[in-house]
């Protein structure tokens, strides 16, 4: 409560609260207007920024137009499908597709939604979670290192 | 100078009114003193712009696709085709199509941190766990919509893609076959497959996204965000606390006044409906 840093001269307790004041500590609250809003129009604006500028330098793509009868094109899922994608190439063959391609999502998606239940412990900060933190860093290295796999591999073999 | 008196005041008394007038019958303005001034925490005020700018982009999504559809045709015929004309012709259409390409992409990237701050700070307990129920479903309906998008351009890349995707996905145990015949139309992808996504892209997964958002956005409203909401409240308390002793002080100064004065009536010892006064002037 009490942020030696910002030089308030009371803790929180001995502070005289008052109309000015009442959202004024630092290191508590700012009004959602117009501090966040601020804040949010800014990083909002840098992507807009960023979509129109890239709208313009690496237009948005279309290759030919689709050949039902070509049996030799590969396909490349988009980028945020390619963890994914590479994750079905440590399940090889039809019998165990259905398991690396369904069954380990699936159990992944009902996992990430009872998150708050699994971890129900009454501290939010991640050094009193090391459990959950520790869980969260690997399924995070675990996406991202299949996703730079996936990606050394379009650029290693670029026809499969 | 004394027009322009007299016109800033009629100004000011029509603003008055208007204002006075929606207030009365839509409550609009106390509303939006409720949303705007509500005080959220600082510390993490930068962090938090990850869920507003998901808001974003889904709000440039919603925009730019209604935009594309002013050109787009769904038909095998004429789907590569219109958007090779929205991409090369349209006015605007190349920056039309480029946002809504480039905002979908950030908005994975951008979903997939603000899950990340979400997890990291503990943002999912109680009493916000639905919160969290709520925003994996939207990023599955987001997931979807991605995935659906693909094949509406009818090129060889969204194509293919999604012929592989269908593949994957008719190895779902049970209901897998089934549930691609139906989103297929058929035995493969065809006429009727770009008809059912671009039914499923346009209408019914839009359509399924914005509850989700409002109920995520008035459940994120009704908690707070993660875990200071009981600082303020704690602070606007102690405020109301001091408002309160001070008006009491106050009163307690004008009721010595009166006290003297009504004092000959008799009135001076009664203290009965101090409480009553107090509760009207609040």
């Known amino acids: ?65 689709a050949n039902t009868a070509s049996v030799d094109y590969v396909p490349r899922p988009e980028w945020f499908f390619f963890f994914y994608e590479q994750m079905l190439m440590f399940f090889p063959g039809y019998a165990l597709i259905s398991f690396g391609a369904v069954v380990v999502p699936g159990v992944f998606v009902v996992l990430l939604m009872i998150v708050p239940w699994l971890d129900r412990g009454p501290n939010h900060s991640p050094l009193k979670r090391p459990f959950a933190i520790v869980v969260g860093l690997l399924v995070t290295v675990t ?3 299949n996703m730079l796999l996936a990606v050394s591999r379009i650029i290693n073999f670029p026809g499969q | 100078m004394g027009m322009i008196g007299r016109v800033r005041s009629q100004t000011a008394d029509a ?9 009365h019958r839509t409550g609009i303005v106390t509303l939006t003193e409720h949303f705007l001034y509500e005080p959220v925490p600082k510390r993490g005020a930068w962090l938090y712009t990850l869920g ?17 559809l002013f050109y787009y045709v769904p038909s095998i015929e004429d789907a590569w085709n219109s958007v090779y004309y929205i991409q090369e012709e349209a006015y605007f259409g190349a920056l039309i199509r480029g946002i809504h390409y480039w905002s979908a992409n950030f908005l994975l990237a951008v979903i997939g941190l603000h899950m990340a701050q979400v997890f990291f700070s503990g943002g999912y307990k109680a009493p916000r766990e639905l919160n969290w129920v709520v925003g994996v479903i939207l990023l599955l309906l987001v997931i979807v919509l991605a995935f659906t998008g693909y094949l509406l351009r009818w090129d060889q890349d969204g194509f293919w893609a999604s012929v592989v995707g269908m593949k994957i996905g008719s190895y ?47 459940l994120l409203r009704r908690h707070g965000v993660f875990g200071s909401e009981f600082e303020y409240t704690e602070r606007l308390a102690k405020l109301h606390e001091n408002q309160r002793l001070e008006e009491y002080a106050r009163y307690e100064l004008d009721e010595g006044e009166e006290e003297y004065e009504d004092g000959e009536n008799g009135y001076g010892d009664d203290y009965g409906d101090r409480g009553d006064y107090e509760d009207r002037r609040s």
């Open chain 2, 172 to 218: 779902t145990p049970f209901v897998g076959g089934a549930t691609i015949h139906f989103l297929l139309g058929g035995d493969v992808v065809g006429p009727a497959t770009l008809s059912r996504f671009f039914a499923l892209h346009v209408w019914l997964l839009p359509a399924a996204l914005a509850p989700f958002i409002g109920i995520h956005l008035y």
């Open chain 2, 15 to 23: 603003s008055k009114f208007v204002v006075d007038w929606m207030e």
């Open chain 2, 52 to 68: 507003s700018a998901t808001l974003f982009l889904i709000t440039l999504q919603f925009l730019t696709g209604i935009l594309l």
């Open chain 1, 143 to 145: 996406v991202v290192l």
């Open chain 1, 1 to 65: 409560m009490y942020d030696v840093t910002t030089g308030k001269a009371r803790p929180v307790e001995e502070e005289i609260i008052t109309e000015e004041n009442v959202y004024d500590r630092p290191d508590e609250t700012i009004g959602f207007f117009p501090g966040q809003v601020l804040k949010d129009l800014y990083v909002a604006f840098a992507l807009l920024v960023a979509c129109i500028v890239l709208s313009y330098t690496i237009p948005a793509p279309l290759s030919d137009p």
